[in-house]
């Protein structure tokens, strides 16, 4: 049989794996590929740590990891990765009821906090999986 990939775009047309676009436009894009360990997708649940029962640990190296932030609380939120220098790195602000993937690695530190930079709790990645990090409702 035919098993070629397949290659489409509603912004143009594919021609010998080439694909026009006309000028001016704005691209979005996205290649979507499947995480598969063993025989389907581990997904792994990390522990919300609430800010104040112990201290963010400083980031180490490990093997690669990726999580999936949900931000499940009713405000936005920011996603800071505690560095290996122990400084707080800004990666995102995650808007309430959505979510974010993450690349990272097994133990890294990240911290949540809200809009004002006051600390709600954190996440750290123990496992080289595919992880949800789900940021809960404020008590």
Not at 84 to 101: F, P
């Amino acid at each position: 049989g035919d098993n070629q990939r397949r290659y489409e775009s509603p912004e143009g047309d594919f021609k010998g794996g080439v694909l026009t676009i006309d000028s001016g436009r704005d691209l979005v894009f996205e290649v979507r590929e499947q995480l598969v360990v063993g025989a389907g997708i581990a997904v792994e649940h990390l522990k919300w740590i609430a800010a104040g029962e112990k201290k963010p640990p400083i980031s180490k190296n490990g093997s690669s990891a990726t999580v999936v932030f949900e931000n499940k609380s009713t405000g936005s939120v920011k996603l800071y990765w505690i560095g290996y220098d122990g400084k707080q790195r800004l990666y995102h602000q995650i808007d309430a009821g959505t979510s974010r993937s993450q690349g990272t690695y097994v133990n890294n530190t990240w911290l949540v906090t809200d809009e004002g930079d006051k600390p709600l709790g954190h996440f750290f990645v123990d496992k080289p999986l595919m992880s949800r990090a789900v940021i809960p409702r404020k008590k």
